[in-house]
């Protein structure tokens, strides 16, 4: 189990709604992955790349709201940058993308 934290704990991590814009492929990847970029409204656009090509098409992801902890320093990934975290829960299929039940304006943090 992990340790309690408390409120200003939770209230450091920055976790917003966005849109997918755009998908690639990401051939450089060891494992199959996309690359995206998202519109997080007020935060910008932010690209990352994300583990759920066996579970998620390009068609699948372009123009779906994600969830993103934004605040994270980025990453390098391979040859690429990793601006933000996209959220998602591994299963033994792939992972599976959180999902917004309806839609909020980008950029909405979670509450």
């Known amino acids: 189990m992990a340790d309690p934290i ?12 966005g849109t ?11 494992k199959p992955a996309w690359k995206l970029w998202v519109d997080f409204g007020p935060f910008g656009i932010r690209k990352t790349s994300a583990q759920v090509k066996t579970l998620y098409s390009a068609e699948d992801l372009t123009g779906r709201q ?16 990793s601006e933000f975290l996209l959220t ?4 033994e299929e792939g992972v599976v993308l959180t999902t917004i039940e309806r839609p909020v304006p980008n950029g909405t943090r979670l509450a």
């Open 88 to 91: 998602g829960f591994p299963t």
């Open 66 to 81: 994600v969830v993103g902890v934004i605040n994270f320093p980025p990453k390098q990934v391979g040859p690429f940058v």
């Open 20 to 30: 997918v814009l755009r998908v690639e492929v990401f051939p450089e990847a060891r």
């Open 6 to 17: 408390s409120w200003s704990d939770f209230e450091k991590v920055l976790i917003c709604a």
